[in-house]
């Protein structure tokens, strides 16, 4: 009875130790991005798009204002910068905006159709996300660059910090989990 007793507490601390160790990287390995669409000219047109890496490719989410009520609208990825984007794009989810002029889309970015885009391959400062209503670009926006992971990523001027605080909770259930699976260690001794 004792031989078991102590055979399932040490899995207890075995299970602990690795979840205290796994735990915090896995919520570091969630990469989001948050890309701004400001209106382009006197379009009015403006919106979010977030950016979230999923396996290979990247999933968005697109949320754009000021489209003309139940008109359609297209959303493309480029290299460059709105002032001169590339010829060259990858798709994004279409758009079809409401009785106010919002819409929303939500899909996987591709190039061509059907090869998917890494999340690393357009956070890098240099590709931009447009919003085209007919042949016009309405709303454009530059893909900040992805924080490296060897890098912590500054906290912004507003004081939000998304990222510091999942880092920090998974931190701080990670030296809990271990404190458990040491105090299980210790009594395991004791009881010997």
Same mark, same amino acid.
């Given at each position: 009875?004792?031989?078991?007793?102590?055979?399932?507490?040490?899995?207890?601390?075995?299970?602990? +130790?690795?979840?205290? *160790?796994?735990?915090?990287?896995?919520?570091?390995?969630?990469?989001?991005?948050? &890309?701004?669409?400001?209106? &382009?000219? @006197?379009?009015? &047109?403006?919106?979010?798009?977030?950016?979230?890496?999923?396996?290979?490719?990247?999933?968005?989410?697109?949320? &754009? %204002? =000021?489209?003309? !009520? =139940?008109?359609?609208?297209?959303?493309?990825?480029?290299? %460059?910068?709105?002032?001169?984007?590339?010829?060259? *794009?990858?798709?994004?989810?279409?758009?079809?905006?409401?009785?106010?002029?919002?819409?929303?889309?939500? =899909?996987?970015?591709?190039?061509?159709?059907? @090869?998917?885009?890494?999340?690393?391959?357009?956070?890098?400062?240099?590709?931009?996300?447009?919003?085209?209503?007919?042949?016009?670009?309405?709303?454009?926006?530059?893909?900040?660059?992805?924080?490296?992971?060897?890098? !912590? !990523?500054?906290?912004?001027?507003?004081?939000?910090?998304? *990222?510091?605080?999942?880092?920090? +909770?998974? =931190?701080? +259930?990670?030296?809990?989990?271990?404190?458990?699976? +040491? *105090?299980?260690?210790?009594?395991?001794?004791?009881?010997?």
């Amino acid at each position: 009875m004792r031989l078991r007793r102590l055979a399932r507490l040490r899995l207890l601390e075995t299970s602990l +130790l690795a979840l205290a *160790f796994l735990l915090p990287g896995t919520v570091l390995a969630q990469k989001t991005v948050t &890309v701004r669409l400001d209106p &382009v000219g @006197e379009s009015g &047109v403006s919106g979010t798009a977030i950016l979230t890496a999923a396996g290979d490719g990247t999933n968005v989410a697109l949320d &754009v %204002n =000021g489209l003309v !009520p =139940g008109a359609g609208a297209r959303a493309t990825m480029h290299a %460059n910068t709105c002032a001169m984007p590339s010829a060259s *794009f990858a798709a994004l989810p279409n758009l079809k905006a409401d009785a106010t002029g919002r819409a929303t889309a939500t =899909g996987l970015v591709l190039f061509h159709g059907t @090869e998917s885009v890494a999340l690393a391959t357009m956070a890098d400062g240099e590709h931009i996300i447009a919003i085209h209503a007919g042949e016009q670009v309405v709303a454009c926006g530059l893909i900040p660059k992805l924080a490296s992971a060897s890098t !912590p !990523p500054a906290l912004p001027a507003t004081g939000g910090a998304a *990222f510091p605080l999942a880092a920090a +909770l998974a =931190g701080i +259930l990670g030296l809990c989990t271990l404190s458990a699976g +040491l *105090f299980l260690r210790q009594r395991i001794r004791m009881d010997r």
